[in-house]
């Protein structure tokens, strides 16, 4: 089911209602609706891949009271948590890697003059979410093992947990210790924060349907037809890109955010207007941070971390970035993007500059930025727009024909859509979107902060308008981030 489908628009408002009456119940009752509302929610795409939800739920709750039973014997606690990432990578490797690595065996076989056939390669539907829920399923048993939680014997509580519908199937990645620790603890129904969980659904249906999906006809011809549009294209092509596929993931972010608002629950955030950063560093503590502190937490700290020597950090920090663009999908592009941020992220890092903007923004105490920060916002933004050439094609060959058609011969022609799209109309679009989020960058989760009244009834009214003006092209598109 979509976030911005009519099967939503009908699902949540009656799931909502369904939910509080039970509240007035008991927990239990509340929980279980609550589980059997996202086993429907999932089933609306596939309803035998519930069955893969079911099996990591139940493997890793087992886990985590295995991990307990067995402490003074760390030997049988690693064990047991090998059994947990085994079992999770393993069902992700399958699903999402096993035609990767058939294919990329077949290949390195016909370097040297060998011809496997294709018969190694199989037809597998990569179930929707399974890197967000077996990442999350994961960490739960991670976090036992280091005892930064207990683990629960309330089976019912800890499935809510892992198939929680809002942030079930695109994240967030959410950690035990705030998502479970809301589901077994009774949620009483707060006015203030329904509000604002509709003003965050409003938001995010907004960056979906009318910049991601707005922009997203005119990126598929650029991107598709690559060959024949001059640099000037491409460079357009890419840099629309950009504001689609952070509308699209943070449109979804938001509304995921905003349902679970609703429903008494708090998410942790997930992007933190990541285009207003000024060093690719600051860029990855704004995106998807969700993700980003998972690898954190779960990869980078073991390794070592920054503890280490400076050529063990660097080896860190290029295992972190290869593995993130790996689970992005299975495709030799998302490791190069990741190997990209790779080398842009080290030198900020040896220069000592990676976490000297992680609590404050952009011209923190000022209403515009200076001439400095205006330079490192270009600068990273281009830098991050160029990786995702690699992030959108289909392969490397598209991906570095497309780079050499944007630097061998850079020639400007104005860009005309075969449907006839005017341009100014989603320059303007953008521009006053980019402003109005440079505008609210204190704070992501109220993108309505205005004290007065009429103008926030004003910019409701604007956006609720142009949501329905873009109707036909945005609702039932899928969410980009779906495919990983």
């Known amino acids: 089911m979509l976030f911005n489908s009519f099967d939503f628009l009908m699902f949540l408002p009656i799931t909502f209602g369904l939910y509080w009456l039970l509240s007035k119940k008991s927990l239990r009752a509340q929980n279980t609706f609550l589980l059997l509302a996202s086993y429907f929610f999932y089933s609306l795409w596939d309803w035998r891949f519930l069955f893969l939800i079911i099996a990591s739920t ?7 009271i295995q991990i307990q039973k067995s402490a003074g ?26 035609n990767f690595f058939a294919e990329s065996f077949m290949d ?68 035990a210790s705030n998502l479970l620790s809301q589901i077994t603890n009774k949620r009483n129904f707060n006015y203030d924060q329904t509000v604002a969980g509709l003003k965050l659904i409003l938001w995010g249906l907004f960056k979906k349907m009318v910049i991601a999906d707005g922009i997203a006809p005119i990126v598929d011809d650029i991107f598709a037809n690559y060959h024949s549009y001059p640099a000037s294209t491409l460079v357009l092509g890419v840099t629309l890109f950009s504001f689609q596929v952070y509308g699209d993931f943070s449109g979804y972010s938001d509304i995921a955010i905003g349902t679970a608002k609703m429903f008494g629950i708090e998410l942790m955030s997930n992007f933190k207007f990541p285009n207003f950063s000024r060093n690719v560093a600051e860029y990855w503590q704004r995106w998807h941070v969700s993700l980003s502190t998972w690898f954190r937490h779960y990869v980078y700290i073991p390794l070592g971390g920054s503890r280490v020597s400076k050529l063990k950090s660097v080896r860190n920090i290029c295992i972190i970035f290869l593995v993130s663009g790996f689970w992005h999908g299975a495709n030799w592009t998302f490791i190069f993007w990741g190997a990209f941020h790779a080398l842009a992220y080290i030198p900020v890092f040896l220069m000592g500059r990676n976490t000297i903007y992680k609590n404050n923004v952009v011209a923190e105490n000022n209403g515009f930025p200076s001439l400095t920060e205006i330079g490192q916002l270009v600068l990273t933004f281009s830098i991050v727009t160029f990786s995702r050439i690699f992030f959108r094609s289909e392969s490397l ?6 780079i050499r058609r944007v630097f061998a011969n850079f020639e400007y022609l104005p860009y005309e859509h075969p449907q006839g799209y005017r341009m100014i109309d989603y320059f303007v679009l953008l521009a006053l979107f980019v402003l109005y989020e440079y505008r609210i960058r204190r704070d992501e989760r109220n993108p309505f902060k205005f004290k007065s009244k009429i103008i926030r009834f004003t910019i409701y009214s604007l956006v609720l308008f142009l949501i329905l003006l873009f109707y036909d092209s945005g609702f039932d598109r899928s969410f980009i981030y779906f495919q990983f």
């Open 58 to 64: 139940i493997v890793d709750y087992l886990v985590g």
């Open 73 to 98: 014997n760390r030997n049988l606690q690693r064990t047991w948590l090998w059994a947990s990432v085994i079992f999770n990578i393993s069902l992700l490797g399958f699903f999402k890697y096993y």
């Open 108 to 175: 390195m076989f016909e370097l040297f003059g060998y011809t496997i056939k294709s018969t190694w390669t199989l037809s597998i539907v990569l179930p929707v979410g399974i890197s967000f829920y077996t990442f999350q399923t994961m960490s739960y048993s991670l976090d036992i093992y280091y005892k930064r939680v207990e683990p629960t014997k309330d089976f019912l509580s800890f499935a809510t947990y892992v198939a929680f519908f809002p942030q079930l199937v695109a994240g967030p990645i959410e950690r």
């Open 397 to 402: 060959t598209d991906s570095f024909q497309f």
